[in-house]
């Protein structure tokens, strides 16, 4: 099992739709969690870190349950720009050999 | 303020010829790192230095090395570069370790051809 999933899509959704990614993680010792984005050929940038009360910014909300082992990304009201791959990023405390990242999930948002 | 540059942007390399990516941060970060992208797969962690004077390895480190040149500055280098080796590079800094909670800041990426 990797240690980080991530349903690969594409996601395809029209402009105004709300759409939920999901991202599991394996070793139970994580302690920080954040959500970036990749546009294509670009380096990945930093979208929100995820806290253990949820957080909101703006349209997206992220989530963490340490129960069930994942974290999710919320998008209300997608954009045209918001079309890229989404990575999510789980670190264990003071390690960062062990930093992962998922693989992405790749949304595109049709007109 | 140009955050994390890289330099080449694009290298094309024979087997075996030896080379140098350069990365720099200017938001004077303590750590900083290196990882390549393969298609498909999510970025990995080649090699990490949680300040300066001191470097570590990830998950990928062999047939790679890399100098913490100053607070500024981290290179990795290829000594006898391999077609496995073909990939796009990114460095990122971030305050202090990630593993801490710390956010990383991403270069713009070095895309490697081996031949």
């Known amino acids: 099992r990797k240690e980080v999933e991530q349903d690969p899509g594409p996601f395809n959704v029209p402009e105004g739709a709300t759409v939920a990614f999901n991202c599991t993680y394996s070793?139970?010792?994580?302690?920080?969690f954040f959500w970036y984005r990749q546009d294509c050929r670009k380096e990945p940038k930093l979208l929100m870190s995820v806290y253990s009360s949820g957080n909101e910014d703006g349209r997206f909300t992220a989530q963490l349950n340490r129960a069930s082992q994942y974290i999710s990304l919320l998008i209300r009201d997608s954009k045209l720009s918001d079309s890229a791959t989404y990575l999510c990023v789980v670190a264990p405390s003071g390690s960062a050999r062990q930093l992962t990242f998922g693989s992405g999930t790749q949304l595109t948002v049709l007109p | 303020n140009a955050g994390v540059t890289q330099t080449p942007k694009f290298q094309v390399l024979k087997t075996g010829q030896s080379m140098t990516l350069q990365c720099a941060q200017d938001?004077?970060?303590?750590?900083m790192y290196w990882y390549r992208q393969d298609p498909g797969m999510g970025l990995r962690l080649i090699y990490y230095s949680a300040s300066e004077g001191t470097t570590d390895k990830g998950e990928v480190p062999n047939g790679y090395n890399v100098s913490r040149l100053n607070k500024r500055e981290f290179s990795l280098r290829l000594e006898s570069a391999a077609p496995s080796q073909t990939s796009v590079y990114f460095c990122?800094?971030?305050?202090?370790?990630?593993?801490?909670?710390?956010?990383?800041?991403f270069g713009p990426g070095t895309r490697l051809t081996v031949t």
């Open positions: 938001m004077n970060h303590n750590s």
């Open positions: 990122a800094s971030s305050e202090a370790l990630v593993g801490a909670g710390y956010e990383q800041y």
């Open positions: 070793n139970s010792a994580s302690q920080s």
